[in-house]
């Protein structure tokens, strides 16, 4: 289906404010389409990563942030690393999440916000992923109720007993050292975002 792209409707401030995010070198894309025939979700995305990195370059920032692809992104870094050009893809994606969130875009699939929310908030607590606290939160944010959130859990928790009994979860969380550095970073972070509000 042909879509027409106005003018009025793009942003050319877009790509820098992606870059400013995190999403570097994105002008280095040359619309080659490795990224999208090597991403293991891309069936799921209603925009492959090609087209959200084209999309990005126009400054078609209403339609990219409020694209299911940014949320459905893995972060698996599979596109990132064969990216001929270098086009850290990975973490554009990670920087459009970002912007949507600062910008109180709501996602039509509320779920990938919640997991996204979850993720960071864990990394920020411990310095790495504590998968059986994700799940927990995830399920809390997504569900939006008690019920709702011991139905999530019990619905995948064979799962979980099969990735503990093969020891692929831990079932204490580990912390890293030098989290206050983490913090303060992040908090450098949002100090600077809001000044720039």
Known sequence: ????????????????????AGGENVHLCFQCGTCSAGCPTVYTMDYTPRQIMRMVTLGIKDKVLNSE????CA?????????PRGVE???????????????????????GPAFYNSFVEIALSYGRMFEPLLMLKFAQKSEGSLSGTLKHLLR???????????????LMPHKIKGREHMKKIIENIRKIEEEEK
């Open 1 to 20: 289906m042909e879509q027409i792209i106005r003018l009025k409707d793009c942003d050319p401030n877009f790509v820098y404010e992606v870059e400013e």
């Open 69 to 72: 692809t940014i949320w459905v």
């Open 75 to 83: 972060s698996c870094y599979t596109c990132q690393t064969r990216c």
């Open 89 to 111: 893809i990975t973490n554009v994606m990670g920087a459009l999440k970002s912007i949507a969130i600062r910008e109180g875009v709501r996602a039509a699939n509320e779920k």
């Open 156 to 170: 995948h928790a064979s799962l979980g007993m099969e990735l503990t009994k093969k020891g692929k979860i831990a």
